[in-house]
């Protein structure tokens, strides 16, 4: 089974404690989280106190699987997401048998879920609704080139 770290109640984030505490405990991803007071790979330094943190570039997706990240939250509990101040569900993690493609999905009030990747067909063309790295994935064809390359007549 993959667990997947997902925020229920609103958009996901880590506080500062659990990029720490992550770090500790030997994550890559939350080495590359740049905090408050640190220095970017330019040397410039980061001085905006944000209390939330996400991934950096390219590892939007490996954050939520991250077992050391997962293993600050589950240490921190509501201290590891600092949307929470005791009037919100802490982060949760899901599990999903390993061979399914998934992606999280958000819904108005920004709490996520956990969705199997599946194929949607609008008018302008079919696409996966997510891709492996939780990026839309949309193939070039539009219906007209499907269609053409299918040898079906539209009309």
Known sequence: MTRILIAPTTSFGLSAAAVRRARE?????????VLSGETWSN????QKDYDTYW????????????VFIQQAVIELGEAAWPHCSGECDPLAMI???DDVQWHVSGDASGGESVHERHRVWTTSGMYWSRGPDDFDVHIAETVGDLFKKLNIDPS
Do not use: T
């Not at 405990?25 to 989280?33: C, E, F, T, V, Y």
């Not at 991934?55 to 991250?66: C, Q, T």
């Open 95 to 97: 599990e999903v048998p």
């Open 43 to 46: 040397g410039e330094l980061y």
């Open 25 to 33: 405990l030997g994550s890559q991803i939350a080495q590359r989280i």
């Open 55 to 66: 991934a950096a570039a390219g590892d939007e997706r490996a954050i939520r699987i991250d």
